[in-house]
């Protein structure tokens, strides 16, 4: 059976159809994880996996705290991927060298570092072009990649869903096209314009070749993810016919939200001491004191310097927090730079049009934060809410936090609801305050408070109105 055509339906899309020389240049640039990229082995795999890994930064503006902090975040992504880190250097600059990203006395170093700790990938902090990338590792003589490839190659370990691996893949590839020139001279010298029958047209190079291929899978990828997307829609449309509140939770990635989610839901999510375990968004019911039901979404994690590619990949799923009631932004109090995280979470929210939306900050892993420390967090986040979902501490605040933040039933109506729109009525003990019923000849009359965009769907039944 073919791969391509099995997807959506549950098989991970594959590039099978390019060839060697391209599955090895995609490949190498998203890091070797995708064992969808290839039909490798496990054996094959691990071996393939990057190691030892040196990692290497540029500081070019803040403290060197920041650039530590950057490199300290590399190397948890670095281990996330599976590898070993076994060096980190910083190079100060003004900006990073146009040819090989770190200055030529920079690479000697990491060249000598590199075989001194017998590693086998250098890791760039930033986004390295193509030119940059292949002069890396011509210098250094081993495998280069840089942050962007580094989480792409963990979104594709992560992605479960077909959708999510669609979406991982698209950026994947997106990553790539620009990228194919530097082994297109190499691929063009090995293989000509020879073979493919019935794929390339006449004078057509290698590279061209290559490049329509992906051009043909991203087109293909974006049709499927509009499907998808569709389906999405739908789902999305029916809840907000249903007008259930909605809750997104937000926050850099591994500061707790699927632990929070758990915490207020009960729900059972996988947590993970793991950058970005969660790329599939889960939502989950639940009810404020009063019995209103709202839901609870969980959502991708956001980093530093997310790669574009992602985020416009990522855009249906990153909508959904868009078109919240409430964003609920989970901040990890014990990480060394929780105001830097916290911006870098704004941006994207900003990106994808959620920056109106109300924002309930939350400080989680209060567990971990010493009492001094939690002084300067109270002083930077006065309004939010301390929580340890782990201990438990502070979330019935937090949910007491959430339903104040929700669209309040600040309305008081009598109406009087056919027998036959049973929906109404359950729409209005699900979501408003329900006083008081009676039934009639016409109709059930119930007296509630209701939010303003239920007491608009009621407007024809109402007998009397506050
Ligand atoms: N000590 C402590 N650890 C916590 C707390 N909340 C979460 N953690 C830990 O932090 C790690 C990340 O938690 P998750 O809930 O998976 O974080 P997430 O934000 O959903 O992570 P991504 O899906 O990677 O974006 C896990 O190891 C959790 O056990 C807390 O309140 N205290």
Same mark, same amino acid.
């Given at each position: 059976?073919?791969?391509?055509?099995?997807?959506?339906?549950?098989?991970?899309?594959?590039?099978?159809?390019?060839?060697?020389?391209?599955?090895?240049?995609?490949?190498?640039?998203?890091?070797?994880?995708?064992?969808?990229?290839?039909?490798?082995?496990?054996?094959?795999?691990?071996?393939?996996?990057?190691?030892?890994?040196?990692?290497?930064?540029?500081?070019?503006?803040?403290?060197?705290?920041?650039?530590?902090?950057?490199?300290?975040?590399?190397?948890?992504?670095?281990?996330?991927?599976?590898?070993?880190?076994?060096?980190?250097?910083?190079?100060?600059?003004?900006?990073?060298?146009?040819?090989?990203?770190?200055?030529?006395?920079?690479?000697?170093?990491?060249?000598?570092?590199?075989?001194?700790?017998?590693?086998?990938?250098? $890791?760039?902090?930033?986004?390295?072009?193509? /030119?940059?990338? $292949?002069?890396?590792?011509?210098?250094?003589?081993?495998?280069?990649?840089?942050?962007?490839?580094?989480?792409?190659?963990?979104?594709?370990?992560?992605?479960?869903?077909?959708?999510?691996?669609?979406?991982?893949?698209?950026?994947?590839?997106?990553?790539?096209?620009?990228?194919?020139?530097?082994?297109?001279?190499?691929?063009?010298?090995?293989?000509?314009?020879? /073979?493919?029958?019935?794929?390339? !047209?006449?004078?057509?190079?290698?590279?061209?070749?290559?490049?329509?291929?992906?051009?043909?899978?991203?087109?293909?990828?974006?049709?499927?993810?509009?499907?998808?997307?569709?389906?999405?829609?739908?789902?999305?449309?029916?809840?907000?016919?249903?007008?259930?509140?909605?809750?997104?939770?937000?926050?850099?990635?591994?500061?707790?939200?699927?632990?929070?989610?758990?915490?207020?839901?009960?729900?059972?999510?996988?947590?993970?001491?793991?950058?970005?375990?969660?790329?599939?968004?889960?939502?989950?019911?639940?009810?404020?004191?009063?019995?209103?039901?709202?839901?609870?979404?969980?959502?991708?994690?956001?980093?530093?310097?997310?790669?574009?590619?992602?985020?416009?990949?990522?855009?249906?799923?990153?909508?959904?927090?868009?078109?919240?009631?409430?964003?609920?932004?989970?901040?990890?109090?014990?990480?060394?730079?929780?105001?830097?995280?916290?911006?870098?979470?704004?941006?994207?929210?900003?990106?994808?049009?959620?920056?109106?939306?109300?924002?309930?900050?939350?400080?989680?892993?209060?567990?971990?934060?010493?009492?001094?420390?939690?002084?300067?967090?109270?002083?930077?986040?006065?309004?939010?809410?301390?929580?340890?979902?782990?201990?438990?501490? /502070? $979330?019935?605040?937090?949910?007491?936090?959430?339903?104040?933040?929700?669209?309040?039933?600040?309305?008081?109506?009598?109406?009087?609801?056919?027998?036959?729109?049973?929906?109404?009525?359950?729409?209005?003990?699900?979501? /408003?305050?329900?006083?008081?019923?009676?039934?009639? !000849?016409?109709?059930?009359?119930?007296?509630?408070?209701?939010?303003?965009?239920?007491?608009?769907?009621?407007?024809?039944?109402?007998?009397?109105?506050?």
């Amino acid at each position: 059976m073919n791969s391509q055509e099995d997807f959506p339906s549950g098989h991970t899309p594959s590039t099978g159809e390019l060839d060697l020389e391209a599955r090895q240049a995609l490949r190498r640039v998203v890091g070797l994880a995708s064992t969808e990229l290839e039909d490798v082995t496990d054996a094959e795999y691990r071996r393939l996996r990057l190691e030892r890994v040196v990692l290497v930064g540029v500081w070019t503006e803040g403290t060197i705290d920041d650039a530590e902090n950057s490199l300290a975040e590399l190397a948890q992504l670095a281990e996330t991927a599976g590898s070993e880190v076994v060096d980190g250097l910083i190079q100060r600059r003004s900006k990073p060298d146009a040819g090989t990203f770190i200055g030529s006395g920079k690479v000697r170093e990491v060249k000598d570092t590199v075989e001194a700790l017998g590693a086998d990938t250098v $890791i760039a902090d930033g986004e390295l072009s193509p /030119g940059q990338l $292949i002069a890396l590792e011509k210098a250094i003589n081993v495998k280069v990649i840089d942050r962007t490839a580094l989480i792409l190659d963990i979104f594709a370990q992560h992605a479960k869903s077909a959708e999510g691996k669609a979406q991982v893949e698209l950026a994947q590839l997106q990553y790539l096209l620009p990228r194919l020139r530097g082994w297109g001279d190499a691929m063009s010298r090995q293989g000509g314009s020879n /073979g493919g029958v019935g794929l390339r !047209g006449p004078g057509e190079t290698k590279l061209e070749t290559d490049r329509r291929r992906i051009r043909a899978k991203v087109a293909k990828l974006r049709r499927e993810l509009a499907k998808l997307t569709v389906t999405r829609e739908t789902k999305r449309d029916s809840r907000t016919r249903n007008r259930v509140p909605g809750v997104a939770i937000a926050g850099y990635t591994n500061a707790g939200k699927s632990s929070l989610l758990n915490a207020l839901t009960g729900a059972g999510i996988l947590v993970q001491d793991a950058l970005f375990a969660t790329l599939d968004t889960s939502t989950r019911r639940s009810r404020t004191a009063e019995g209103r039901e709202y839901t609870v979404t969980d959502t991708v994690g956001f980093v530093r310097h997310l790669p574009h590619q992602l985020v416009e990949a990522f855009r249906s799923t990153l909508e959904e927090v868009a078109e919240a009631d409430l964003i609920v932004h989970v901040i990890d109090g014990s990480h060394p730079d929780p105001l830097g995280q916290a911006e870098a979470v704004r941006e994207v929210l900003a990106e994808v049009g959620a920056e109106e939306i109300p924002e309930l900050v939350v400080v989680n892993k209060l567990d971990l934060v010493a009492p001094d420390d939690v002084l300067q967090l109270r002083s930077d986040w006065p309004d939010a809410v301390f929580v340890s979902a782990h201990s438990g501490e /502070g $979330i019935d605040k937090l949910r007491a936090a959430i339903e104040q933040a929700l669209p309040q039933p600040h309305t008081m109506l009598t109406v009087c609801i056919p027998y036959v729109r049973g929906d109404l009525v359950s729409r209005l003990r699900s979501r /408003g305050e329900v006083l008081s019923t009676e039934h009639r !000849g016409d109709g059930s009359v119930i007296t509630a408070r209701v939010d303003d965009a239920l007491a608009g769907e009621l407007r024809a039944f109402v007998l009397e109105k506050d």
